[in-house]
């Protein structure tokens, strides 16, 4: 069975501070990795993305960390501000199999107090 | 670059009706994807069309089924519609790896 686990569910973080979420995987055959932002009545939109031949992605305050041996990814939010206040999703694919066909996490709602 | 179009945004329907939505892709994207997004279930793929071919389906009723016409616009039907139907219905469209998706369509089976 495909799957991505996602953690924490819900994530309450001081402005300033670093937003950290979790997801694990199953497929090894998994080579793409976005993370994803929504925002209420919006869609998801993508916010940075990695592929396994690199350990870590930054772009601007958005971080990812790739433990391809562990088949575990992380964002990271650096210096996270109260417009950040969303729900983010991580998934996965598998491109060379059947590109579009994105796995989701559950979803990390995250408030990030003022 | 206009980006991913849905419409409509909001529908009501009853139960045993069908509805059909409608999904713009960005220009010069030939794949078409759509995704149920539920508070229970979070976001579950249905299918993906590619030059106006069926790629791939996810584990949904034949209730469900989508086309693609020849200007990479896409349609998905849902046929005798359930309660549980209920969902935010998301398209998006994709040049390579990146999905972009649009705003969704909001549909509640009254």
């Known amino acids: 069975q495909q799957q991505v686990k996602q953690s924490p569910q819900s994530l309450i973080v001081q402005k300033g501070g670093i937003s950290i979420i979790n997801c694990a995987y199953e497929?090894?055959?998994?080579?793409?990795f976005p993370w994803y932002q929504q925002f209420p009545g919006k869609g998801p939109a993508l916010l940075i993305a990695?592929?396994?031949?690199?350990s870590e992605k930054k772009e601007g305050r958005f971080t990812i960390s790739f433990n391809k041996s562990a088949k575990q990814f992380s964002l990271h939010i650096m210096d996270s501000q109260p417009g950040d206040s969303a729900t983010y999703f991580c998934?996965?694919?598998?491109?060379?199999?059947?590109?579009?066909?994105?796995?989701f996490g559950k979803g990390t709602k995250l408030s990030v107090k003022p | 670059k206009a980006g991913v179009t849905q419409t409509p945004r909001y529908l009501i329907k009853t139960r045993g009706q069908q509805v059909t939505l409608s999904c713009s892709p960005i220009?010069?994207?030939?794949?078409v994807s759509w995704y149920q997004q539920t508070p229970g279930q979070g976001l579950q793929f249905l299918f993906e069309y590619f030059s106006e071919t069926q790629r791939n389906k996810g584990n949904f009723p034949g209730r469900f089924s989508g086309r693609q016409f020849s200007n990479s616009r896409s349609e998905m039907n849902v046929s005798t519609l359930e309660l549980g139907d209920s969902a935010l219905y998301l398209c998006?469209?994709?040049?390579?790896?990146?999905?972009?998706f649009g705003q969704g369509t909001r549909l509640t089976v009254v």
């Open positions: 998934a996965a694919s598998n491109e060379g199999g059947s590109q579009g066909n994105l796995i």
């Open positions: 998006a469209s994709s040049l390579e790896a990146e999905a972009f």
């Open positions: 497929n090894t055959a998994f080579d793409y």
């Open positions: 220009s010069g994207h030939r794949s």
């Open positions: 990695i592929r396994p031949d690199v």
